[in-house]
């Protein structure tokens, strides 16, 4: 694959475009860097925003049938291989001060040995983990490894939001076996969980 220069890649309103130093660690992606596999680039963008639409619907770096998925048309969990790159939509539950049943999220990758291309709407505050894991040079090196990490912080705010939904469920059985009446509205803000819970698989209806 050839290598891509840095200018091809500064978009200005970019939540973040860092390079990946391969021991660990990022460095802000300059116009004068050059990517490549042996110094790939992460680019992570919201989709809404004016200057990320723009590139993504012009840049040559990606794909025609990928720029769709990357500025949102994608929802489902899915894994595509397109030619030398892989498109990949990921959910993830968002941890909820409010405890409101509305923190799915949804993020689209694609990536080939020397890019990463992820777009979101709403913040995946998941990916704080692996964000403050480069940032103190203990994060991974390379494309695999980012993918591999991005997918174990995934896993691991959806296992406890699946957790917390299991204790109140518990919970709310042994209220009712001891005839106690769930507050105002908890049985429909947790059956709104559940189907949130469903729909991170994609089997809501």
């Given amino acids: ?26 460095k802000p992606l300059e116009n004068t860097d050059v990517i490549d596999e042996a110094h790939p680039c992460w680019l992570h963008l919201n989709y809404v925003h004016h200057d990320s639409a723009q590139w993504l619907a012009t840049t040559p770096l990606l794909p025609n049938n990928v720029r769709d998925a990357l500025a949102g048309e994608s929802t489902r969990p899915r894994v595509s291989r397109l030619g030398e790159g892989t498109l990949i939509t990921l959910r993830c539950i968002n941890g909820s001060t ?8 949804a993020m689209r990758v694609y990536m080939d040995g020397r890019l990463i291309v992820s777009t ?8 704080d983990d692996v964000v403050s894991d480069l940032e103190e040079g203990t994060g991974p090196t390379d494309c695999g490894g980012w ?3 991005v997918c174990d912080a995934l896993t691991d705010h ?15 059985e042994d209220n009712l076996l001891d005839q106690q009446i ?3 509205g908890f ?15 994609g089997t809501a209806t």
């Fill in 187 to 201: 049985l429909a803000l947790l059956a709104q969980t559940i189907n949130c819970d469903a729909s991170l698989y």
């Fill in 1 to 26: 694959m050839e290598a891509i220069k840095g200018s091809d890649v500064n978009v200005p309103d970019a939540v973040f475009a860092w390079m990946l130093d391969g021991r660990g660690g990022v």
């Fill in 98 to 105: 409010d405890e409101r049943p509305d923190q799915l999220v």
């Fill in 120 to 127: 979101r709407q709403r913040k995946v505050l998941a990916l």
């Fill in 147 to 149: 993918l591999v990490d």
């Fill in 182 to 184: 769930p507050p105002r």
């Fill in 158 to 172: 959806s296992s406890e939001f699946i957790e917390q939904l299991h204790d109140k469920i518990i919970d709310l």
